[in-house]
């Protein structure tokens, strides 16, 4: 994944289709998830704890305590690997990065964009209603057809991918 987060640029992003910013303070936001399997079902991105935007979607520190750092972070290693909350972990230690701002917490998790074969990605295992995809900066539930659709493509080789041999340029249609 190219580098969608810069913790020297933080004050130039806003919320779009590769950022996420969640306030945390109460511990790992619920909807957190939903944008996890959102990325993972789409192009990747970045989910940001401990940052919230503000009405001119600028972004502000929440004061999210450094002394929870290891406590946010083991719920979040132990809820990756909860195949009750989420069906697949995407994630390795070095897609999680944190930061000491103005003595405020930053935890930025990069999310990759899961493989043909790994998707749909879902939470609470529920297949058909925790597939979320990402469009701008909102996260949307999976229609039943588009899961079934990501299911269908689980393959490594699709239909479309196999050679014709014997065929030459009077089989295609102009």
């Not at 909102?138 to 050679?163: P, S, W």
């Amino acid at each position: 994944m190219t580098t969608i987060f810069d913790i020297a640029k933080f004050d130039s992003y806003i919320e779009d289709n590769r950022r996420e910013v969640k306030k945390a303070n109460g511990g790992l936001p619920n909807d957190m998830w939903e944008t996890y399997s959102a990325y993972a079902n789409t192009y990747g991105g970045v989910i940001i704890l401990g940052v919230k935007e503000l009405d001119d979607k600028r972004w502000k520190t929440t004061g999210l305590k450094i002394s929870d750092k290891e406590r946010l972070l083991d719920n979040l290693w132990n809820s990756l690997h909860n195949r009750n909350k989420v069906n697949i972990n995407l994630l390795s230690e070095s897609d999680v990065k944190t930061y000491e701002v103005d003595e405020d917490l930053i935890i930025v998790i990069e999310v990759p964009m899961a493989k043909r074969s790994e998707k749909p990605v879902y939470i609470n295992n529920d297949l058909f209603n925790g597939t979320f995809r990402r469009t701008h900066s909102g996260d949307y539930k999976c229609t039943k057809l588009q899961v079934k659709a990501m299911l269908r493509d689980q393959t490594e080789n699709t239909v479309d991918m196999d050679v014709l041999d014997d065929a030459d340029l009077s089989d295609l249609n102009r």
